[in-house]
């Protein structure tokens, strides 16, 4: 009962992150909308929440890497490669973006060269994330939608009055 309790309580932190992350991505994937001090603050940021996401999903990452040449399913093959293909890119966008921060760095006190080769790479990066993080969503589409129903759903059903036969209209 108390490992699935301390799972539960993973997930639902797991998924919190997960929204966190999304909002986080909406507000600063256009830093012409957001400004640029927002998009780099808040990315920044985001590099935490990512750190939770990858901690508490770490258990599969180890089973899966002991089991990846060995007993895996195709999907979850599929599933741990694009994973790190994310991860790999994620760090690409987060060191060029901070080779060419107008916000974060200065405001630390790091003068950076302007590089054009830095921005490319931090625009190539980007475009890549999008149809990553895609099938990243995509692959675990039925864990988010099973989470809010549990997580947000089920809790506000809980607190509406229940419904009786006679107040519904047929």
Same mark, same amino acid.
């Given at each position: 009962?108390?490992?699935?309790?301390?799972?539960?309580?993973?997930?639902?932190?797991?998924?919190?992150?997960?929204?966190?992350? #999304?909002?986080?991505?909406?507000?600063?994937?256009?830093?012409?909308?957001?400004?640029?001090?927002?998009?780099?603050?808040?990315?920044?940021?985001? =590099?935490?929440?990512?750190?939770?996401?990858?901690?508490? &999903?770490?258990?599969?990452?180890?089973?899966?890497?002991?089991?990846?040449?060995?007993?895996?399913?195709?999907?979850?093959?599929?599933?741990?490669?694009?994973?790190?293909?994310? #991860?790999?890119?994620?760090?690409?966008?987060? +060191?060029?973006?901070?080779?060419?921060?107008?916000?974060?760095?200065? #405001? +630390?006190?790091? &003068?950076?060269?302007?590089? #054009?080769?830095?921005?490319?790479?931090?625009?190539?990066?980007?475009?890549?994330?999008?149809?990553?993080?895609?099938?990243?969503?995509? =692959?675990?589409?039925?864990?988010?939608?099973?989470?809010?129903?549990?997580?947000?759903?089920?809790?506000?059903?809980?607190?509406?009055?229940?419904?009786?036969?006679?107040?519904?209209?047929?």
């Amino acid at each position: 009962m108390e490992v699935q309790t301390k799972t539960n309580h993973q997930t639902k932190i797991k998924w919190v992150v997960d929204v966190i992350i #999304f909002v986080a991505f909406l507000v600063a994937m256009d830093p012409h909308s957001s400004g640029v001090a927002v998009h780099e603050w808040l990315t920044t940021a985001a =590099l935490a929440a990512i750190a939770v996401h990858l901690l508490l &999903s770490w258990d599969w990452v180890v089973q899966v890497t002991r089991r990846f040449t060995g007993k895996v399913n195709g999907l979850t093959r599929v599933n741990y490669v694009l994973n790190w293909l994310l #991860f790999v890119d994620v760090m690409v966008v987060m +060191l060029s973006g901070f080779m060419i921060s107008e916000a974060v760095m200065p #405001f +630390l006190g790091i &003068s950076l060269p302007e590089n #054009f080769t830095w921005r490319t790479l931090h625009h190539l990066s980007a475009d890549v994330f999008m149809p990553l993080l895609g099938l990243h969503t995509a =692959l675990h589409w039925n864990w988010l939608v099973k989470a809010f129903k549990r997580y947000v759903l089920n809790p506000i059903a809980g607190i509406l009055p229940a419904r009786k036969e006679k107040d519904v209209i047929a």
